[in-house]
């Protein structure tokens, strides 16, 4: 794993933190039939907390960090991350090849 994609996902987690709210996690929980862990924070918090915390380390180098950060992201156990990971992929959609697909499948 790369250097950029750690730092991605070491400022991800480290934004999400103040926003854990425990009570919203039980509902976000449920509504997916607790088949997921939650932080608790909603969509337009999220990246709003993630975006300017990632902002200064810039857009992805390459194909292969941003592939590296979705991965990590995904690795964890909050949902919210993985969400962060599709935001990251959709974001940066242009990097990816047809060689990064079995990866995404």
């Given amino acids: 794993m790369g250097d950029w994609a750690e730092a991605y996902r070491t400022a ?3 934004a999400l933190a103040p926003l854990e ?7 976000m929980a449920a509504y997916m039939r607790d088949h997921f862990v939650f932080l608790g924070v909603t969509a337009a918090p999220r990246r709003a907390a993630v975006g300017a915390a990632t902002r200064p380390l810039g857009p992805p180098p390459s194909e292969e960090e941003l592939l590296s950060a979705a991965e990590l992201l995904w690795g964890v156990d909050e949902r919210e991350l993985q969400y962060v990971a599709t935001d990251l992929l ?15 499948r």
């Fill in 21 to 27: 709210d425990a009570e919203r996690a039980v509902h």
């Fill in 90 to 104: 959709a974001r940066h959609r242009r990097l990816l090849t047809s060689g990064s697909l079995p990866l995404l």
């Fill in 12 to 14: 991800a987690v480290a």
